[in-house]
């Protein structure tokens, strides 16, 4: 049975910055290359339990021992870990954190449907390593949460204790809107710009960007420009998603744009330095001083990771 004890094990071990939020000034010299979402996990095992029918993006786990190598040949400096829908136990990313302090911190999972969760957000920054909370809206059991109150107790808590929220809402992201404009503290950070591979295939990826363009207005939403390659209908590098790239980052500019690549999405589609190059090569439209920030130095700032 999944204890209270239990759950407390697993997850637990005033201003929010906003974009003008406080971090570390940028080092001269190399940019720093931070990746604003990668999967990390380990196989089932009793200190690691799946969820039954729980499936990863790859058919063997991408361990800490995997991603550093690869890491390190693509050249990015720092990792955001984002811990997969396998179950709600961070305590994977957070070794990763512990292990290597200078290269990973966390976006933690919380048990959203579970009103006494609340319980543990006043504290959920002490976990060493631990950055602030990721919540998926995926599923039609999940998006229904946005509706019928399941998650309402989330935003006022989160927002008090001053924890940043990624959030992944594919053809949902206008939902946010009105938590955003009633939480002006919380530190909301749209996924992959509301878009996937299905809304992608359907033809609605323009309208997708307008919702997420939207949520601009709102000083206290940034986006992340990331998992591209499961969103392009196109091989690298990606040239149909220019414009709406475009479109976002003149709506958000560079201090709320953040790249990441949801890296086992699509795994085999590009590398990690295709994936940087992307950026850093082809988006003409942002300048050297742009890419600093959104290669790296807007997801610190934001999630203040100095």
């Known amino acids: 049975m999944f204890t209270r004890r239990k759950f407390i094990g697993t997850t637990i071990g005033a201003g ?12 001269t010299g190399k940019r720093m ?4 979402q990668v999967h990390l996990w380990k196989a089932s095992g009793p200190d690691y339990t799946w969820n039954p029918g729980a499936k990863p993006q790859l058919p063997e786990p991408f361990t ?26 961070n305590s994977y990313g957070l070794e990763a954190a512990r292990r290597y ?21 006043p504290r959920w920054k002490e976990q060493p390593g631990m950055l602030g909370v990721r919540v998926t809206f995926n599923t039609p059991e999940t998006i229904a949460w946005l509706s019928n109150g399941t998650a309402d107790w989330f935003w006022p808590a989160a927002e008090k204790a001053g924890v940043p929220v990624m959030f992944l809402a594919f053809g949902n992201v206008s939902k946010f809107g ?9 530190v909301l950070i749209i996924d992959h710009m509301g878009v996937n591979n299905v809304i992608a295939k359907e033809g609605r990826t323009a309208a997708a960007i307008g919702d997420a363009v939207a949520l601009a207005r ?10 591209l390659v499961s969103s392009s209908l196109e091989p690298y590098p ?3 998603l220019n414009e709406h790239l475009k479109r976002v980052f003149d709506a958000y500019g560079p201090r709320r744009c953040h790249w990441g690549t949801d890296m086992t999405a699509n795994f085999a589609r590009a590398t990690w330095s295709q994936r940087i ?4 090569q082809e988006l003409t439209f942002m300048s050297e001083s742009d890419k600093d920030w959104v290669m790296g130095r807007s997801i610190r700032e934001r999630i203040k990771w100095a």
């Open 238 to 240: 990606f040239r149909d």
């Open 33 to 36: 290359i931070v990746d604003a």
């Open 64 to 89: 800490i021992e995997r991603a550093l190598p690869l890491m390190d040949e693509a050249g990015v400096d720092r990792v955001v870990v984002v811990p997969p829908a396998l179950n709600d136990n």
């Open 218 to 227: 709102y000083p206290n939403v940034s986006i992340k420009m990331s998992n």
């Open 101 to 121: 302090p200078d290269r990973f911190r966390v976006m933690g999972r919380i048990p959203l449907q579970d009103p006494k969760s609340a319980a543990l957000l």
């Open 277 to 280: 190059a992307h950026f850093t």
């Open 178 to 186: 009105p938590i955003a404009e009633r939480h002006p503290g919380l």
């Open 16 to 27: 929010v910055a906003l974009a003008t939020g406080g971090c570390a000034t940028q080092p």
